[in-house]
């Protein structure tokens, strides 16, 4: 059994920081690449960032320049350093990992954590 586990989120004024974290852990076998997705309420999930084995990253245009993405691959973990938030970031936030687990490899998500922003 895969899990992952996000802790960061809570509630920041307008041009405040965040830094999420989602640690994988259980049967682990490889990790692929590890995203961030966000959902806001009457929105569709988006793509946040994503870095991938060899640390290449990738960003939605509208968080480049103030999200940074990185991976600790001897932790499992994850992280999504947010700066100079606007209210338009808020959202749940969600980890995403393809992982071969001890029978399959799949696609995981985290639980989501909320990410408050206020004017």
């Known amino acids: 059994q895969v899990q992952l586990v996000e802790s960061g989120g809570g509630l920041v004024q307008a041009g405040g920081s965040l830094r999420l974290s989602c640690k994988a852990s259980?049967?682990?076998?490889?990790?692929?690449?590890m995203g961030w997705h966000r959902q806001a309420p009457g929105k569709q999930r988006e793509l946040v960032a994503e870095?991938?084995?060899?640390?290449?990253?990738n960003y939605a245009d509208d968080v480049k320049g103030r999200f940074t993405i990185s991976r600790d691959n001897a932790k499992n973990t994850v992280y999504l350093q947010m700066n100079s938030l606007k209210p338009d970031d808020a959202a749940v936030y969600y980890c995403?990992?393809?992982?071969?687990?001890?029978?399959?490899?799949?696609?995981?998500w985290g639980q989501g954590t909320q990410v408050t922003v206020s004017s």
């Open positions: 995403k990992m393809p992982i071969t687990g001890r029978w399959s490899t799949r696609d995981y």
């Open positions: 259980g049967s682990i076998f490889r990790i692929y690449s």
């Open positions: 870095i991938d084995n060899f640390d290449s990253t």
